[in-house]
């Protein structure tokens, strides 16, 4: 399946990233997101050593689908592997490098969701990728190494119950730090209402979306675009409440 169609590939890199950055910037517009791919595949490949395109380009693969998770799961997977070719070239330089890690967790993540959970889950990156951004930085994305594992203990409830007794309170308390580090990202705050609605704390539930849709755009200027999308679907779930 093909999906990027627009022939950039015969501009220069400094035009490149210039459009790349303005796509990356105006991601609120699945299209965007996906020309922003399309944009910093290309540079990436102009430039083999530039390790900062290839972190963007691995993290507009993890919020595209973030943003349209029924984009069809071929979809996913090939917009995943192109995350997980860029954060491979990083690691082939430097294994421990915490971001290309982190971003490696999550786009293996992503295409693992897309395939089933029996396709395989990449259990060794998410431990790495956990241990190497804690030695450097938990906060990094907002506490994401706890949003993670938060989302992999709902999503496998009954394999990581049963064998390691992890359980809805734990995800509950993993969100709680992420939002401790940064209570005005709104995904951290979504689904920490989310667990607790799980728990049957509508309350403590109804406090977090309402918090979510009471914060303007600017609350976290570099994180805009994501606290729509989470404001959006505190609005459309505490209706359901």
């Known amino acids: ?20 950055d303005a796509a990356w910037a105006a991601r609120e517009t699945p299209a965007q997101t996906l020309l922003a791919i399309q944009l910093y595949e290309q540079l990436a490949a102009k430039n083999p050593a530039d390790k900062a395109v290839r972190i963007r380009l691995a993290q507009a ?21 192109k995350g997980i070719k860029a954060c491979k070239e990083i690691l082939a330089q ?31 990156e998410a431990l790495v990728a956990t241990i190497m951004v804690a030695k450097s930085d938990i906060g990094y994305q907002y506490g994401g190494v706890y ?10 409830p009954n394999l990581l119950g049963r064998f390691f007794h992890f359980s809805n309170d734990d995800a509950v308390w993993l969100y709680q730090r992420a939002v401790a580090l940064e209570p005005r990202y709104l995904r951290s705050r979504f689904f920490l209402g989310v667990s607790y609605e ?23 200027p570099e994180a805009i675009p994501e606290n729509k999308l989470y404001r959006e679907l505190a609005k459309e779930t505490i209706l359901k409440l």
């Open 1 to 20: 399946m093909v999906f990027f169609m627009v022939p950039f590939s015969g501009r220069s890199a400094d035009d490149l990233r210039t459009r790349a």
């Open 61 to 81: 693969a993890s919020w595209a689908f973030e943003q349209d998770p029924k984009m069809g799961n071929d979809k996913v997977v090939q917009i995943m592997d």
């Open 94 to 124: 430097n294994e421990d490098d915490p971001e290309a890690n982190y971003w490696l967790m999550w786009d293996m993540a992503g295409r693992t969701l897309a395939r089933g959970v029996f396709s395989g889950f990449a259990f060794k």
């Open 147 to 156: 949003c993670y594992w938060a989302i992999v203990i709902n999503t496998l």
């Open 198 to 220: 799980v728990a049957g704390k509508k309350a403590e539930a109804r406090k977090e979306y309402q918090f979510c849709i009471s914060q303007p755009d600017d609350a976290l």
